[in-house]
């Protein structure tokens, strides 16, 4: 066993606060801990050990220079009611009513919202959100006041073409759909085989009003892993879906009743990208990630580790992977001679980049480059999916944090941050998920509290006494 970097994890048992490294084992990467009580654990990040450890090193050479940087996501929490009350949801609204922590956010706590918010992106969501009575005001005054807002719901009111209508008039222009399989079959195995037919439904009905649709399955080793292919498939020939934000099963939320077992790392889930689309060799998707981290970071954005991308091109009825037009190999070596300088000044970082992105670029990617600006620019400031160029549909792989596989290097750079509302006070919490468990042993074994104390690694009382 080797030790890329070490860092400060959590006991998968007691939660307690441990030391940890990220390893490598048998050719393969994984975040691993040791609790002076409950023994080792260890998480798989990669099949890829050595190629990964150096995307993780990258990360924390890159991300070390730099204080937090801004969030680009944050999350509303307007409501816990909700039709499907998913066994793995995040958001924990599948337990009974009266053990619900949150509560639903009113007009007047959603609009303080839309005065106060300064940039990135909004998500509206809950729960449900379209089972809150403000949804269609709220995205009448964002688009008033210029703020940029994704509806994240399950999509089955979107079965109506007039529903879709009345969003279309309400301005909201992304919708994220939660899709777990395209498939009777797998969605079986999650419970949510009579949802399918509705769903696929709702993103035809949604890509005919020209709403712009991101589709984001939560993927499940074992269980639907092969749907990352068919979804993507499915998302091809609809040139309204405009991205995949892809979600490894984590263990949170609701998720905590499930086997631990079913947790899937972002690198993983690349692997079925690579093993369906692409003809190159597997280290240089690495590249991709690495320069995604290095431009993000330029942006003054943060990025976490637990995320990795891929970009495809849509020609001729085929999906065509950013791979295929750019030149990895010389665009990972220029990358590593740029992490050896890394100024601490942005605009040096910044400027010095330049020479690496145009390393990339071979006679192929010329006539693409036209559409990746344009991508850049959705980008830029508040992430609009709804403009990104069609003939692009852009793949993140991402997986929440839990005490499974809890990093204190990479949790400050969690790209999103949380509304929610709890006690009758509106709680905007940075960089962790809003979720509380009521039981302490729950609480414990999830390691929920850890995100909950903005980062100052607190385990409840409990999790210290054993
Ligand atoms: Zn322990």
Redesign the pocket.
């Known amino acids: 066993m080797k030790t890329v970097r070490k860092t400060t994890s959590r006991?998968?048992?007691?939660?307690?606060e441990?030391e940890g490294a990220i390893v490598i084992s048998e050719g393969r990467a994984y975040i691993h801990r040791e609790?002076?009580?409950?023994g080792v654990y260890q998480y798989l990040l990669s099949e890829h050990g050595e190629d990964y450890a150096d995307l993780d090193r990258f990360y924390a050479e890159v991300y070390e220079t730099a204080s937090p940087g801004r969030k680009m996501h944050t999350w509303i929490t307007s409501t816990t009611q909700c039709q499907q009350k998913c066994p793995y949801c995040t958001t924990d609204c599948a337990r009974d009513e009266d053990e619900i922590l949150w509560e639903d956010m009113n007009w007047d706590d959603l609009q303080e919202v839309l005065h106060t918010f300064e940039r990135g992106k909004l998500s509206f969501s809950g729960g449900e959100p379209t089972l809150h009575p403000n949804m269609l005001e709220f995205f009448r005054e964002a688009e008033k006041r210029g703020v940029s807002v994704q509806l994240a719901t399950n999509g089955l009111k979107m079965a109506s073409k007039e529903y879709c209508q009345k969003l279309k008039d309400s301005h909201v222009k992304e919708v994220r759909l939660s899709l777990e399989s395209v498939t009777k079959p797998d969605a079986a195995k999650l419970g949510l085989e009579m949802h399918v037919e509705t769903k696929l439904q709702a993103i035809q009905n949604l890509c005919d009003a020209g709403i712009s649709v991101l589709l984001s399955p939560t993927i499940f080793k074992g269980v639907n892993e092969e749907q990352l292919y068919h979804i993507i498939e499915y998302a091809k020939d609809k040139p309204g879906i405009h991205a995949l934000s892809v979600e490894g099963f984590s263990w949170n939320g609701s998720g905590v009743r499930m086997p631990a077992e079913m947790m899937i790392a972002p690198d993983e889930m690349m692997d079925t990208i690579f093993r369906h689309y692409c003809k190159g060799r597997r280290c240089d998707l690495f590249a991709i990630q690495k320069l995604a981290y290095a431009i993000m970071n330029v942006a003054g954005f943060d990025l976490c580790l637990k995320s990795e991308f891929m970009v495809f091109l849509r020609r001729a009825g085929n999906l065509h992977p950013l791979t295929d037009f750019i030149h990895a190999g010389r665009l990972g070596w220029m990358l590593d001679l740029w992490r050896k300088v890394i100024p601490k000044q942005r605009w040096i970082r910044g400027l010095l980049l330049l020479p690496v992105l145009a390393s990339g670029v071979t006679f192929r990617t010329l006539p693409l480059l036209p559409v990746l600006l344009r991508l850049v620019l959705a980008n830029r400031k508040k992430l609009d999916v709804h403009l990104y160029p069609s003939e692009l549909l852009v793949v993140a792989l991402n997986t929440n944090c839990s005490t499974l596989n809890a990093d204190s290097i990479v949790i400050p750079h969690c790209i999103s941050s949380f509304i929610f509302k709890r006690d009758g006070v509106v709680i905007h919490q940075e960089g962790v998920a809003p979720v509380l468990l009521d039981k302490e042993e729950e609480n414990c074994r999830s390691g929920f509290w850890q995100r909950m104390q903005d980062h100052k690694w607190q385990g409840p009382e409990s999790c210290k006494k054993d």
């Open positions: 006991c998968h048992k007691c939660a307690k441990v609790c002076p009580e409950h």
